[in-house]
């Protein structure tokens, strides 16, 4: 197991994490629930899930959807996302 490639990883995560999308979306979560510890559980398994799935699929994807669909696709999503909290949806 490359522990230098673990740490690097965690350490290029969290630091794109900081102030991210994913960030706001916990913060606002914790402050409308009060329940941080359920907030901070269902982050956790969120990402993990999210993460695994990119670990694992991501190359054979790739294989099959050119990466430029995906690149629009995660775009797309993206911005609904962004509308939805906006109007107070999420």
């Known amino acids: ?3 230098k490639l673990i740490l690097g990883t965690m350490v290029t995560l969290f630091l794109a994490e900081l ?3 994913t960030m706001l979306a916990v913060i606002s979560g914790s402050s409308k629930t ?3 510890i359920e907030i901070f559980i269902g982050a956790v398994l969120g990402l993990a899930i999210v993460t695994a799935l990119g670990a694992f699929f991501g190359n054979y994807i790739t294989n099959l959807i050119p990466k ?3 690149e ?3 775009s797309l999503l993206f911005v609904g996302i962004g509308v939805l909290m906006f109007f107070g949806k999420i």
Do not use: R, V
Request: glycine content about 14%; aromatic content about 6%; overall charge neutral.
């Open 34 to 36: 009060q329940k941080p």
């Open 72 to 74: 629009k696709g995660a």
């Open 19 to 21: 102030g991210d999308k």
């Open 68 to 70: 430029e669909y995906i």
């Open 1 to 3: 197991m490359d522990l």
